[in-house]
């Protein structure tokens, strides 16, 4: 009889939706194999490993996984710590000692980067252990996967949003300009297109990181919109850049004077309006006269920064994103207990197999496939620099779910 | 047989998630009169009806009219006018050359006021007309009613958005400051309170407009709570004040340079990020380096203001708010029609009769009760400055309906 080794299984970086799905289905999944022994879920991922700060989750009764399941945000607690060689070396150490022979790891690039580094070290180091990552982030920035779990319900979440603060702009018309999360791909700005139904709807200007922000352009743009239809409702993404040849800088990290830098070397963007008021400021500074005097009223200018709402609000979730999630679990258990393609370690991956139904299929992939690059938005899918075409919205659709159809008398 | 009159029906104010509700509610019930005749929904409120621009609303199919009430933000297209006697005038002229004889403004106080001066205009000139004011306000300030159609879908949002908000704290830990609507009146940061299951759930501290905004006392709160926690989330009302005797000053107007007046001669506050990010750097300022030292790690802070997805996220609506919002629409045609208690003007309101199960009834009040003046927040619902009391979530529970409930492993 094989011996039992142990299960660690953490959640890294910024929460989504349905990141406890991932959880909970993995924890399932585990339980049902005898070769597993105690599952220790790691509090606040790495650190929590280094720290031997494990819950036991192998006895939480069902109706609390059920639960946590439901909840967003990571149920074990989050980290943004980006481990470095020698931290990863006390991660194994650690691993070592609490006989951990599984390392289920939920994150994006950096915490699949992570996986690789442990999973690595402990093939030089002759311990015996299977890595799985298993995917994550609203920013459906990873690469080899379709789409990522936590894209679709946060897509979802801003969709939603775009649809009724359309149906605001309408009621009560001016410019009105909605900051996105998404610091270096327009993924999730990209979704704020699926809010539309008609030629009138709202956003109708969408900008994303991946295509230079011109303020002229910008201007311009704006005031096309707001002479045609009396308003313009604009979704624009906290990361968007300015481009000269190759550089690039953030139109939020010029503005802003101060703010905070986080592990990773980054600006800090969300959890703070800045990009939003100073858009904002450029359009009643430039457009205020003109576009007052085309249309007769005071211009109204409105800037909302949509914030960690995007990421953590109860109950806007996706179903389809729900369901994968959860089996993005089971899967990444089923691959580290099995190695299928002779791959003990890796990362959860999707393949989109049909579009009508929408079907996809999982499969396992090297974690060198998904740690550290990222996958930006297809310019493909972007519109002279402020709109988002129909190709995105058949991809994006079945990752959202059906959206509420609004009702209209004007 | 009496000769048939026309109605005209209006929404004014800032939108809510069932303001089309109470619109559906009264032309449902116009169209079951005989003696109206046409039902015509003014567009943009009062501007609409000096300007002749009206919806005829008799032959509006069903279905679209039920989309229409699921759906936020005004249908008929909303209006900060504010009319004064002269406007009123015009708005009088416009009903006698349609032949109206029955006028429902939706709104909050400042249409109460508008109504009534419209009304005591008809009576004067001898022109035959039956105004009824319905409410509607997130802000829940109206006097008389015991709450507002409006506010129980805006307090649930707030609940909703503050318990994944408090979820993604307890995952990435931190500051966390929430801006939430409320000029005046702190009733809707106060919803924020249901958000809390247990003693270390956010909100952790709440401020309002009705008591002073003292910033060596908030600077204290945080403090306080950080350090038992490691973490606060705050929720923080947009119309904080500094008070010192009689005198109050907005804590948003001291820090805004610039910024908007509206026609009520209000300081624009939502739509723009800077209170929480004035916040958030006094608790990065003041606070950064001693909480880094009692806890270790580099403080985090962060501020989100929730804007218009407070008054306009579809899909997010409390049953009994919808439900009473349309019976709101009912009630008010039915009062215009029948002119109980001699009111043939009036505004509905509501009164509560049981607690448990809660159950309300509508009754028709004059409209010198609900114009103009507001009701701010009791502030025996306020505890210390930074907290609201048991007795205040009595009263509202009932009000957002059933909330979700977290699972949590930590």
Known sequence: MATKVNAVIGQSGGPTAVI????????????????????LGARHGVRGIINGDFIPLENTPADLLERVAQTPSAALGSTRDKPDEAYCQKILEAFKKHNVGYFLYIGGNDSADTARIVSEMADKAGHALHVYHIPKTIDNDLRTTDHCPGYGSAGRFVALALMGDDADNRSLKGVKIDVIMGRDAGWLTAATALARYDSTDGPHLIYVPEVNFNEDQFLGDVDRVYTKLGRCVIAVSEGIRYRAGDKASLVAERIMTGGEVDAHGNKQLSGTGALGDYLGELVKTKLGVALQAK???????????????????PTIVSPADAAEARLCGHKAVEYALTSPQGLASGSVAMKRISEAPYKIEMFPTALTNVARLTKPLDTGFVVKGCDINETYLKYARPLVGELFRPGRLI
């Open 295 to 313: 249309t007769g009223g005071k211009l109204r200018v409105r800037a909302d920064t949509f914030g960690y709402l995007q990421r953590s609000f």
């Open 20 to 39: 406890n799905q991932s959880l909970v289905g993995a924890v399932l999944e585990l339980k049902r194999h005898p070769q597993v022994g105690s599952i």
